[in-house]
Nanobody, 121 residues
């Protein structure tokens, strides 16, 4: 099995920036789509940003123009640069990836444990 290890969350003031990272805990044959969802208290989990193996990205409407997703295929890592953060961005951010561990394996979905982002003055 593999774990997705998230880092970079924390407390930041409105208008500030944070960079989240998510790395696989071991070597992997192939990662298809990888990215971030978020869940605020009392709300459903929603898309923040996702990126395909070819580099095509998709963003949730509320973060467009402020968040940027990128990936390092050699390191099996994805990053989320979050700028101009707002209190409504406060949530637990979860990394997720479609992974094929070895050649011939099926593609499985994996989720990280989540990292807290709090935007408050």
């Amino acid at each position: 099995q593999v774990q997705l290890l998230e880092s970079g969350g924390g407390l930041v003031q409105p208008g500030g920036s944070l960079r989240l990272s998510c790395a696989a805990s071991r070597s992997i044959y192939y990662i298809n789509t990888i990215g971030w969802y978020r869940q605020a208290p009392g709300k459903v989990r929603e898309l923040a940003a996702i990126i395909t193996s070819s580099g095509t990205s998709n963003y949730g409407e509320s973060v467009k123009g402020r968040f940027t997703i990128s990936r390092d295929n050699a390191e099996n890592t994805v990053y989320l640069q979050m700028n101009n953060l707002k209190p409504e961005d406060t949530a637990v951010y979860y990394c997720t990836a479609e992974i094929r561990l070895r050649p011939g394996d099926v593609m499985d979905d994996y989720w990280g444990q989540g990292t807290q982002v709090t935007v408050s003055s």
